[in-house]
């Protein structure tokens, strides 16, 4: 049977099976193991464990559950809404001053935890009910969250970023400061955007007034005095200290990203026990609880997708793909918008992990042929997926706002994340025309390669 005929088998069977309702983790192993047994000698099937044991004993994959561990031990305290809290008060006079403090919270609380949907969760849970309170509609509170909470796998630490360089065999620093930049871009076009349409819902709600007489709640903003500004300071200085003190031990050199992590983790587990007196067994439960589900969910992927990649590769599939892309003979650009087109229609089925473990044996041989910096596309490809995350059909932080507000329907959730998936796109072509947004602050810290 030729290549290109088992290739299909194989991409229609990992379709088939993941429309069946069937995890990712399990649709993926289950597709593998299957064309072992069809495709590959008979002794393959006996060294499934040790290929998923090989490919998986990366010491930059250690660095996830404990990068895991210090989002957690934050997300599950007082910790996101302190932050959340802090900036409001201290942007508030802004026009549109909260909306600006929830998107500026979720950057620092992603940079912190590495996760789009703990972030979404733990600022969503404290900020829509706050932003709705003080007027905002709720479908663009529920979008500056969704949006806000997307920022998690481009700022680091970011699990995909850290996926993306063991797939790529891309320098895990290099990736995690080409991420800075694009991070603060999309930071300013959410920021700008929520104060633009703040003001157009400012300027209904006073013509409503004059009207009317009724008066919402766009009109009455409470001050806070200095010192109550400042007496908020001191829950959320030691975060913010920890964050810069991970990315100077790991820029710096001082620090592996595995290390880097594990300090991060137990210094987050001493600031929340000093802090909020987390200290009990019954107060760290939750944390490691968390911890144990969201990394085994996650490894589990990571370890099923490497099987799949693994067969892909013994049975030329993804070779034969790769030499049929080059073979197409497309323009450098054209390649890389079909590629991202591919990745945005494997976005709205797939989470940023498989993805980026499925499809880098088959699209980054033919970009690097291209003269591609894989560094700059690591960082166009994870604003893409970030897409994914609040792009019907199955954006998953579209999911987490829902339960974290219910009572805004889904259809106001979804149109309400639709301008922040157009803000998206033109980051993409921001770095497309300037690349040193993303490739600047690597090259100036670590050097030209």
Known sequence: MSVSVVGGLYGAATLLVMFSGVPVAFALGMVAVVFMYFFMPGAALDTVTQNVYEEMSSITLLSIPLFILKGAAIGKSRAGADLYSAIHAWIRRIPGGLGIANVFACALFAAMAGSSPATASAIGSSGIPEMRSRGYSPRLAAGIIAAGGTLGILLPPSITM??????????????????????????????????????????????????????????????????????????????????VGVMVALYGGFATPSETAGLGAILALVLVGIIYRMWRPRDL???FAGTLKE????????????????????????????????????????????????????????PPVSIILMTAPIIL?????????????????????????????????????????????????????????????????????????????????????
């Not at 996926?163 to 290099?174: D, K, M, N, T």
């Not at 490809?381 to 059909?393: Q, S």
């Open 365 to 449: 041989p033919p970009l690097k042929a291209a003269g591609f910096d894989l560094v700059w596309f690591g960082v166009v490809m994870t604003v893409v997926m970030e897409m994914g995350l609040i792009h019907p059909p199955v954006g998953l932080n579209i999911f987490v706002i829902n339960n974290v507000a219910p009572d805004i329907p889904l259809r106001d959730v979804v149109w309400g994340v639709m301008p922040f998936v157009g803000l998206m796109v033109v980051a993409v072509v921001l770095l497309c025309v300037f690349p040193g947004i993303a490739t600047w602050l690597p090259d100036a810290v670590m050097g030209m390669r």
């Open 162 to 243: 850290i996926l993306f360089a063991v797939a790529s065999e891309q320098s895990l620093g290099r990736l995690f400061l080409a991420g800075i930049g694009p991070g603060a871009l999309l930071v300013l076009l959410f920021a700008g955007y929520t104060v633009f349409r703040f003001k157009k819902e400012y300027r209904a709600a006073l013509a409503t007034y004059e009207r009317t007489g009724v008066r919402a709640a766009h009109l009455d903003e409470p001050e806070l005095s200095l010192a109550e500004k400042t007496r908020m300071l001191p829950k959320v200085l030691p975060f913010v200290v920890l964050l």
């Open 295 to 350: 990394s085994t969910m996650l490894l589990f992927i990571i370890g099923m997708s490497l099987l799949y990649s693994y067969v892909m590769s013994y049975l030329h599939i993804s070779q034969s793909a790769a030499e049929w892309i080059v073979a197409m003979h497309l323009s450098r650009w054209v390649l890389l918008a079909a590629i991202l087109v591919f990745v945005v229609v494997l976005g709205f089925f797939l």
């Open 285 to 287: 439960k939750p944390i």
